[in-house]
C-alpha cells in the first residue's frame, strides 16, 4: 500500500491491485484511511520557539557575526 | 540562489538565509522559529531526553553559521539544515539504542483482522467522513502526537520528516542517510501504527 501511494509499486503490481481495490471495499477503505491519516499528521502543529531559545540563539548568531 | 520554484516555504527560508548572511538577527531568529519544531522533533528520534534534543538544536544552529557561507542552494535549506542536525544528533554519542534495521517487525495491520485465507475478518470500519476539524478538536491530536512518540525511533523519524514536514522521498533519504526501500518500509510501519491509533480513537 506504501509504495503504492508513494507511486513506486511497478506498473504490472500497481495494475494487480488497482483492480483489487475496484472488487474490495475493505481495502479501498483501508487505503482511504491511510490517506485520511497522512493528512491528519500533516496537520501536527509545530511548538513556538521558547523566550530562552530565542535568547540563547541571538547570542549564538551576534557571536558569528562578530567573529566574521 | 537557485531554490525550488512554486515551493513558499523554500523561497522564504532562501530570503532568510540571505538576510542573515548581511547580518540581520531578527533573520536568523526568523528562521530558527521556522525550523524549531522540526529540529527538535527529529533531533528527539536521536536522544533519549528533550533538554538534550535542545542542545543538539542549538549545536545544530552553531554548525549552520559556520557552514552557511558553503551552502550553495543546490538541496533546499531545510534539508541541508536537517542533515547537519542528523549529524550533529550522532555526534552526541549517546543516540538511543537501535533496534534492527527497520526497526520492529510487526506487520501494518494486526493480522488477526485476516481470515485464514487473507481475506478481512474484520475490516476497516468507515471513519473518514468524520470531518478532520472535529477529529482533531476531539483530542486526536494528543493521541497521535503520543503515538508518534511511541513509534521505533528510525520510523519516528521517517514519517515526522516525510508527513509532518512534507519533504520528498529523496530529501529524507538524503537526511537520514537511507535507501529508497528502506525509507518506504519505515514509512509503511510507521503510517500503519498511527493510522491504527487514529482508529482505535474514532472507535473508543
Not at chain 2, 132 to 142: K, N, V, Y
Request: proline content about 4%; charged content about 30%.
Amino acid at each position: 500500500m506504501t509504495d503504492y501511494l508513494e507511486g513506486s509499486l511497478p506498473r504490472g503490481e500497481r495494475r494487480r491491485l488497482e483492480a483489487h481495490l475496484a472488487d474490495c471495499p475493505h481495502c479501498t477503505e483501508y487505503l482511504a484511511q491511510m490517506r485520511a491519516t497522512i493528512r491528519l499528521t500533516g496537520r501536527l502543529e509545530p511548538d513556538d520557539l521558547s523566550a530562552e531559545m530565542r535568547e540563547d540563539l541571538g547570542e549564538v548568531y551576534r557571536r558569528w557575526r562578530d567573529a566574521r | 540562489m537557485a531554490f525550488r520554484r512554486s515551493d513558499p516555504a523554500a523561497t522564504a527560508d532562501a530570503e532568510l538565509v540571505a538576510s542573515l548572511r548581511a547580518g540581520d538577527e531578527t533573520a536568523f531568529v526568523a528562521l530558527a522559529g521556522r525550523h524549531q519544531a522540526s529540529m527538535l522533533r527529529l533531533a528527539s528520534t536521536f536522544v533519549p531526553s528533550t533538554a538534550i534534543a535542545e542542545e543538539v538544536v542549538q549545536d545544530t544552529w552553531v554548525a549552520v553559521l559556520r557552514g552557511i557561507d558553503g551552502f550553495d542552494g543546490r538541496a533546499s535549506f531545510k534539508t541541508w539544515l536537517l542533515a547537519i542536525l542528523v549529524n550533529r544528533a550522532k555526534s552526541t554519542g549517546i543516540s538511543e539504542a537501535r533496534s534492527t534495521a527497520t526497526g520492529d517487525a510487526g506487520p501494518a495491520v494486526d493480522r488477526s483482522r485476516f481470515d485464514p485465507g487473507g481475506a478481512w475478518a474484520s475490516p476497516p470500519r468507515h471513519w473518514i467522513e468524520e470531518s478532520e476539524d472535529r477529529l482533531l478538536a476531539r483530542g486526536l491530536r494528543t493521541r497521535l502526537e503520543s503515538a508518534l512518540r511511541r513509534l521505533p525511533s528510525r520510523q519516528r523519524a521517517v514519517v515526522i520528516l516525510r508527513d509532518v514536514d512534507g519533504l520528498t522521498s529523496e530529501e529524507v533519504c538524503r537526511v537520514l542517510e537511507l535507501s529508497a526501500v528502506n525509507q518506504r518500509v519505515l514509512l509503511h510501519r510507521a503510517r500503519g501504527h498511527l493510522r491504527a491509533a487514529v482508529e482505535e480513537f474514532v472507535e473508543a
